[in-house]
């Protein structure tokens, strides 16, 4: 240990100052490197024998390539691994031996000057780790105990040049470092137990993805990145062909020996706004045995997003990734056949209003491009979780339990298993432990006035208190005279000043409580309003200012307040200043939470009387003395209340156990406020007379070593400080060379009780024994609000009154502690943790251990427990909170004992029986007592915390974490550790803050280094482990990290961490067990089915009425066509169609006329220039409007099968075209009728890098004019195909069904006779014109029904959100149809307009009817929303409904103009996984709202059948929705994709029952139920038109009995009649009706774990848990659950969501979520009725194509 003295004095006292000006902020990162480096220059010289070169590097430094330009560290010339920030790591002098760089693993904690620690990485970085009070208000990085200096080469005398002290400093230079078992034995534990799983297979963690902007944000960001440092990063090797997907090799060593090249995340180009986003493509290389290449292409650009003028797009996708066409691409059948595997995107979208508008944004990637890798060498998202899952599919360190029930109970037994080889305390059962008697001093004063009153008499120039100013020079002294003067003035003051309390003037009574606002800075005004209080007999709560709008939320406090009932709060003028005022009055404003407060200022206040007596005034000792307000683990802040009596007994027992004396010096670095502060400097001094140095903690931030300082130059014999401060003194090695501490006799340190304190008072003591510090000044203390001082090591320890010279320490096992055991562990364990002792008990105390959960049974000897207290000197209760007081303060510990049975046979009983009648105090201190009443303390009950039935301890947890090179990534003692409880268990959480200079992949390699140390040392997984930038944590006002907040602030989502890593698959062991499918049960269709019956159920079957046949069905034509001839022939100025624009008015109308006779026009245009013949295919790409119905029966006019097409986006040519020509081509249409606008676009430039113009069939424009007329209406046949119906499913499937003039003639007379229609009805249409319900509203029940549609296109509701609302207003429609897209439009858009739709005099009361048509389950919620919404408006909400229809049949259930309202009903959402459907009552848990989709369509048989075995299922049975009807369309005429699995759709038969009926397959999952109706009785209500309202409406219904059907119609099984009486009902009873119900389809199910869960009951889950989550989808790839959230809000919020959206997830449905993906708003893809197109999402996920903001891996 020569090797210190081959640096000079000067170099080493030059490197002391250097790394002291880098902690302080004084010089860069950079200039310090610079400096340091050429310091060390002339020293670092090659050794002899080469010894160090060939010496290992220490396993958890990154020594990459020296060739390497990437690498972190280098080797210089001389064989020395330098680190990016310029200094040794592994030798620091050339003399060190490899062998003496190796850390001895025993340590003997009692000598500390011998531990030898030369292996640490950054030697002297003095460190108390941890969530203790260290971080500074300002946030300055410079502050001490921030960054800490790496080399404070000064701690030694530089006078003194003899080796064997330069060998003891070097020595204790070293120790410094890492406090205790931090740099010692924790740091070798971790680099051995990272060592230890080298060999292990390596887990290839997947890095999260961030978007540069994002990164530029975070503190790891590095601007200099370049494309070859990334080339260089790409591993060049061969990948095994036998995985799915190559993937880059391990970025994250398991190990931490010198890793490989890291990869480095996906960093993608900064957007440039809300609509443009440049990017670069990730692309990968899928054939096996190839090496990673690079493309030399440039980089993809996104189109531009900007909104366009009218949102037109068509746009699906299809489950496999989409190619783009190319300009020779061959478009016939032949072609099209070979290409039909690599479909185009087609997925719909149509909102445009939103952020960043719903239009596809994905470009299509040609497969080539897939099969390569970009310039900047980023990975393909599928290639990351192929990463992910081949890491998950490693055996977890422990299997997960199975069990069968997933349910609570089990959940919660499976969250608390009890492990049998669990270490048992086998220890006798522990005795009272009792302190010494108490023995108060001769002459000590009875009561503290008594005390201040003979002191401010006797001696009143004698200073009391003195507090320095932030340059450390002491401003003013406050002497006992002017003490006494003041705290009476205020004490008059206080008796005579009347204060107002709401109407009436009051003055303060005795008894009354008081708030003391004061500043830090300012103890002397604090100590003359505390007296003042004592005076007049009120009582102080002392509480922090609120200032600063970086502190805690002081809501919380407020509360205290307020139940405290505190008006008065006294303040300083200057503090009274610096409170937050009113803009308008100048006031003090009113905090939130707080109560309105009146401020009294206790400065410059009038002489009393001198009649005035403050001795006059008798107070009980039994009442409140003062309340000191302390916080729980949730951060509840609660008032401890203390009495007179306890107060001054306390007082006295710190005399006797501190041997303090009269004129005795205190210096004070502690907050006076609370605590031990409190309680020594304010209270115990003044009844002593002694003088108290006060430090504020600003001065303490910029001259840590002042209170050395202090007690140097005043002598001062006691001195109360934290570690933290001795830790600081350390540090300030230039102000050690004049410090003398010969005088301390007592150096309290205040938490002694941490774990981390003993390498502190270690440290300091070996440091600064030269300086005359004794070995028994150093007095570590445990303390607590509630007991007040539970233990206290006594100065000198000679004089004390048993065990003379205790002091003691603990080598203890962490695995036992985690079972609440002690078991003593040896010094080379590297689980070990040691313990100091707290002292002993305090006088005229008792002590004892009880356990920490259940009933208070007293410990055994060698268990840890709770510690409880019964004294005269604690406190009393809880303010206000009488339960939690009982639980707390009025503790009996009992004692067990075992009674034998008389017989001598059966069961031992355990009867528990009280020790005595004393109630005992939690401290919620946990710990033991060792031999001679030593108090050992190894955690809190707060800081707790129990995974899976085991307890750790978060400080334990900080010391590990601080173990995994500390000071390179992280900062020391800005580390928050607590549990949050997720799914029945709780789960680890470490936050740490991040140095601004730590990159991205260093971040992430040590947050799995931390990952693996935890779980290795401590046997447990960490949850979630975030880094935050510098002074991101929430403080306290004395600059500690305030855990309650952050915990908080962690589950609101407002944290903003730059870095998240989640470890929910290793860390949740408590699923459900994973269902198991039986196939061969032996239970078929048929036994089910005989199962029903045999029981009494009913199997789902329901009916619509029949349609019924009008009187006029002679002359009434039933062809559409015919329809419409005959209308414009009878009624040929009847307006049938209103067109509006954006502005609400009217843009076009048609009459039948002038509909006819353009029809006309187009078919003979059609059959002139198009040569079109009856039965063909024509295209019509038109927006929403009226040319599109005139094209449309045109068509059907000459015969020939129209298709109808969304025209392409003309901002998003790229992904819009293909869709268009693809359904062209599918389709085989022969021509396109379009308009000019369109046609334009379809043959511009832009349009053709898409499609080649030539390519497309010919194309007509619908305003050309042909030669002739045209000659008559062609004839067709009722079962000939009367257009084709093109859409894409929610789950990307392009089909085209073949709807037959038999099925559109059925569907108009159901419509019809449902909703109403007839010619004088007005009909306000807002939906899109191309498929499903949609099309036939707005083509064609308007021409049969004759009744005036006035339609509304979507985008120009975007445009003018109040446009649909104000049209039913205007003209008193009663019935309207809607899409979800609509609603939720008008719900967000006009949430805050409700007053001025008002004044605008629009009035909802005339709707009677709005469906909303959708094929998917209702969204319950969003109609409530809207519903409650516009209620203000005169909205019935009854009238909402939804309809529901299909691509077998449009629409099967809608609700009537006059039906009843929609029934609703709960099921579990835990059966619903399982297949089933049970019923619960409203607010029951997992109880999920399902609401019945309209009625039956009269017609209509609905059944419910299994959809594997084709049974039919019972009534409330979970199954596919069959269909049998007259309007069902006629068959597929093409879908995209295998056609195998939908032969049956059109002609299904069951197995079962009815063997020979065809139904059609749905493909949605629901059931029926047979509910009743609620309106049964209401029948002939305003709702029922009366025969004279229909005008001439000849082919309306046949009859007023006809008409009643709609009511009381036979219940839908067709099983029961009414009689109808003169038109009314005269049955009483309520009608019943089988109400059907749309759970979800089939093809959306996600099956995880043998489980179905529906995308919308995880993405409702998701939807709740951030008020920033705009929209959200979920879908699986390979197994893991992908969730997609877009964020609308800063791009700095988006990892808020990971945590959140994981739990969520977690806690609802018992899923882990894989993959968490942050993006834009309007990214998630949705199609024209307002569905989400999830596997359109997934293919642009998959493909790299969303340009995430940030993706998160879980592991």
Known sequence: MEHNSSLPGYVREKLAELDLELSEGDITQKGYEKKRAKLLQPFLKKPEGDKVKSTPPPPYYNVKDANNSNSHGNINNDGVILSSEGYSYVTEVPSLSSSQQRHSKKIDYHQPSSVNASSTPQSGNVGVPGYENMRPQGGAVGDPGYQNTREPSGFQNQQSSNNSQHRQRRTQRKVTHNEKRYHSVRQEAVQQALAALKGRPKPSLPMPSKR??????????????????????????????????????????????????????????????????????????????????????APERRPPQNLPPIPISDASSTDSPPIAYKRDNDFSDKAYKQKQLNAPDITQFNNAHRAADRVTRYVNVTQNELNETDANGKWKVSAKIQQLLNTLKRPKRRPL?????????????????????????????????????????????????????????????????????????????????????????????????????????????????????????????????????????????????????????????????????????????????GLPKSTTTGEIAKLKGWPRLQWFVTEHLPKPPKEFNVGNLRVDDSSAAYIEYTTDKEGSVMGVTVTRAAMINHCRALTMACHYTEGETIVCVLDFKREVGLW???????????????????????????????????????????????????????????????????????????????????????????????SDAICPCASSSEVFTVSLRRPGRGSCGFSPSATGRGVLSMAALSHGVVRVDSEDSLTSLTL?????????????VVRSEGAPVLCKTDQVGEICVTSGSTSASYFGLDGMTNSTFKVQPLLEEFEQPKDGNGTVNIICKPIGEDFYVRSGLLGFLGPGGLVFVCGSRDGLMTVTGRKHNADDIIATVLAVEPMRFIYRGRIAVFSIKVLRDERVCVIAEQRPDCSEEESFQWMSRVLQAVDSIHQVGIYCLALVPPNHLPKTPLGGIHLCEARRRFLEGSLHPANVLMCPHTCVTNLPKPRELHQDTGVGPASVMVGNLVQGNRLAEAHGRDVGLAEDCERKPQLITGVLRWRANTSPDHIIFTLLNSKGAIAKTLTCSELHKRAEKIAALLQERGRIESGDHVALIFPPGL?????????????????????????????????????????????????????????????????????????????????????????????????????????????????????LSSLCASLKLACELYPSRHVALCLDPYCGLGFVMWTLIGVYSGHHSILIAPYEVEANPSLWLSTLSQHRVRDTFCSYGVIELCTKALSNSIPSLKQRNIDLRCVRTCVVVAEERPRVQLTQQFCKLFQALGLNTRCVSTSFGCRVNPAICVQGASSAESAQVYVDMRALRNNRVALVERGAPNSLCVIESGKLLPGVKVIIANPDTKGHCGDSHLGEIWVQAPHNANGYFTIY?????????????????????????????????????????????????????????????????????????VSLGGNSEHSLIGGAATSNDQELHDAVYVVGAVDEVISLRGMNYHPIDIENSVMRCHKKIAECAVFTWTNLLVVVVELDGNESEALDLVPLVTNTVLEDHQLIVGVVVVVDPGVVPINSRGEKQRMHLRDGFLADQLDPIYVAYNM
């Open 836 to 848: 100091q002792d707290c002292g002993q008990v305090m006088p005229a105390a008792q002590m004892v």
């Open 401 to 577: 339990p199975e069990f069968y029930e997933d349910n609570d109970i089990e959940l919660e037994i499976a969250a608390n298993t009890k492990d049998p080889n669990a270490p048992k305390p086998e220890g006798s059962t522990m005795t009272p432990v009792h302190g010494e008697q108490l023995s108060i001093p001769a002459g000590l004063p009875r009561t503290l006035e008594c005390a201040l009153q003979r002191y401010g008499t006797n001696s009143f120039k004698s200073p009391m208190a003195t507090v320095l100013d932030p340059n450390g020079k002491i401003t003013t002294t406050l002497t006992y005279g002017k003490l006494l003067s003041r705290a009476q003035k205020i004490a008059y003051a206080l008796s005579t000043k009347i204060f107002s309390k709401g109407p009436e003037q009051v003055t303060l009574k005795p008894g009354d409580r008081v708030a003391l606002v004061y500043p830090n800075n300012d103890p002397l005004s604090f100590i003359t309003a505390w007296y003042g209080c004592m005076f007049r007999g009120l009582v102080p709560l002392p509480i922090e200012l609120p200032l600063s709008s970086s502190d805690t939320p002081p809501q919380q406090v407020g509360f205290l307040l307020s139940s405290c009932g505190i008006t008065v709060a006294l303040t300083s003028e200057a503090c009274l200043k």
């Open 1187 to 1303: 040319d599109l119905l005139c094209a449309f029966y045109g068509c059907l006019y000459l015969g020939a099968i129209p298709i109808t097409i969304r025209p392409p986006h003309p901002q998003n040519l790229n992904t819009t075209l293909p869709t268009v020509r693809m359904i062209v081509d599918v389709s085989k249409s022969g021509i396109v009728l379009s308009i000019q606008p369109i046609i334009k676009l379809l043959k511009s430039r832009e349009a053709a890098t898409s499609i080649d113009p030539k390519t497309w069939p010919p194309i007509l424009d619908i305003d050309d004019n042909p030669k002739r007329k045209y000659g008559g209406i062609a004839t067709v046949s009722f079962d000939s195909s009367a257009y084709l119906d093109f859409s894409v499913s929610t789950c990307g499937r392009l089909s085209g069904v073949n709807i037959t003039h038999r099925s």
């Open 1537 to 1609: 994709g295998d056609e195998t699995d939908y032969n049956d759709h059109f002609n299904a038969k069951l197995v079962t029952g009815a063997t020979s009926e065809l139904y059609a397959r749905t493909g949605y999952l629901g059931f029926l139920r047979r509910t009743e109706c609620s309106q049964a009785a209401s029948l002939l209500d305003e709702t029922t038109p009366s025969v004279a309202s229909r005008d001439s409406d000849t082919e309306s219904l046949n009859s007023i009995s006809q008409l009643q059907l709609n009511f009381s119609n």
């Open 680 to 774: 020594h400097s304010v209270l115990t001094s003044v009844l002593n007379g002694m003088h108290v140095i006060f430090i504020p903690y600003a001065l303490m931030k910029l001259r840590p070593s002042s209170w050395m300082q202090l007690i140097t130059k005043h002598r001062a014999s006691c001195c109360l400080v934290k570690s933290r401060d001795l830790h600081w003194g350390l540090l300030a090695t230039k102000d050690h060379k004049d410090i003398s501490l010969s005088s301390l006799r007592m150096l309290l340190v205040a938490d002694g009780a941490n774990p981390w304190s003993l390498s502190s008072c270690d440290q300091f003591l070996s440091v600064f024994q030269a300086k005359g510090l004794r």
């Open 212 to 297: 540069t902007s994002v990164l530029n944000r975070s503190p790891g960001c590095n601007d200099e990145l370049d494309s070859s440092t990334d080339d260089e990063s790409i591993p060049e090797e061969t990948i095994s062909p036998d995985k799915e997907y190559n993937y880059p090799r391990d970025h994250i060593s398991n190990s931490i020996l010198p890793p490989e090249p890291i990869i480095k995340p996906p960093i993608r180009e900064s957007s440039m706004g809300p609509h443009q986003h440049s990017r670069s493509e990730v692309k990968q290389n899928q054939m096996p045995n190839h090496k990673y290449t690079l493309s030399n292409s």
